[in-house]
């Protein structure tokens, strides 16, 4: 079975599940993408702050699989929102990606750092002259998407966010969903820590499933993107064969009742860092 698609709101169309690659060193970059081709993945989620984006590069040009089968994102980093810096690190992207993206991120929104609707004024242009085919925000928070629906042309295609069992974000991405912007769950699996859940692993077995894959699954029906990261083969090929079953309604009521509030991530409205 194929992996399912949607269709964002300039008419590209996105697999709704991928491999993420932040925290894989630069050096297992390329070994990771190419074993997850293998598996049939074909969308990446990269960032200029996982400094891996070469490695993806230069994996799709060994794979010989052709460039507009293969969906690429990365994210414009927290320490380029200035014009000039974040013109060089788009290019520089670019360049390391082997070709424009297919999407492009404002990774964090930075609010007590500048304005964010400045940084998304430049996403436009970057969309403009062709260094990405639609772009998109990451971790913006309602007001945040506010104030762009507010005051620029252009709606976001995606909000990328932390989203699991233990931290179902619900309004934002009731939120999104009225304006056109597709959540894409960032963390899916909670970096493992959904993993050992006691309602979890009963749902497991009534499906027959592993814990991750119903987690996965949950996702997908909800209309989310997600891209879990994993370095290992075996894992890539079990967090991809989730599409040839279906929770029943109780089993995503149970899933739905697990909802802590619990972030395993930082606050975008506290988060500030900018790296070196
Ligand atoms: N926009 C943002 O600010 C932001 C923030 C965080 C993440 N992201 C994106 O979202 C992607 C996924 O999030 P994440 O990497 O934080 O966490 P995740 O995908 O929820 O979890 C990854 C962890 O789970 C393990 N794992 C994966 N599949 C497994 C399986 N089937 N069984 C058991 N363990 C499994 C991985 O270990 P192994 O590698 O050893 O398998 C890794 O330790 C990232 O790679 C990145 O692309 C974006």
């Not at 081709?37 to 990446?44: D, K, Q």
């Not at 991405?173 to 493992?192: C, D, K, L, M, Y």
């Not at 972030?263 to 409205?269: A, F, I, K, T």
Request: net charge negative.
């Amino acid at each position: 079975m194929s992996v399912p698609k949607l269709v964002l709101n300039n008419g590209v169309v996105i697999d709704q599940l991928g491999l993420g690659v932040f925290q894989i060193p630069p050096a297992e970059t390329k070994a990771a993408v190419l074993a997850a081709l293998e598996v049939g993945y074909r969308h990446f989620d990269t960032a200029q702050m996982y400094g891996n984006e070469r490695g993806v590069g230069e994996a799709i040009a060994e794979s010989g699989i052709p460039r507009d089968e293969i969906f690429v994102t990365s994210k414009l980093n927290n320490n380029s929102h200035e014009p000039d810096v974040a013109k060089a690190a788009t290019a520089r992207s670019v360049e390391a990606l082997g070709g424009p993206m297919d999407l492009y991120l404002i990774h964090w929104p930075m609010p007590a750092v500048g304005d964010f609707v400045d940084t998304w004024r430049l996403m436009e242009c970057f969309a403009a002259e062709g260094l990405t085919r639609t772009i998109g925000v990451s971790n913006f928070q309602i007001p945040h998407l506010q104030r762009v629906l507010d005051e620029t042309a252009t709606v976001p295609a995606v909000n990328q966010i932390e989203v699991h069992p233990y931290f179902q974000q619900d309004a934002l991405r009731a939120f999104g969903r009225e304006h056109g912007i597709v959540t894409q769950a960032w963390s899916p699996i909670a970096q493992g820590k959904v993993l050992g859940d006691a309602v979890l692993a009963a749902i497991a077995a009534e499906t027959g499933r592993t814990v991750a894959q119903v987690v996965l699954r949950w996702h997908l029906e909800r209309g989310d993107v997600i891209f879990p990261k994993s370095t290992r083969p075996e894992r890539m090929a079990e967090n991809f064969d989730i599409f040839d079953f279906a929770l029943t309604d109780d089993q995503t009521a149970r899933i739905t009742a697990l909802d802590a509030g619990l972030r395993g991530g930082p606050n975008p409205d506290e988060f500030n860092w900018i790296p070196d």
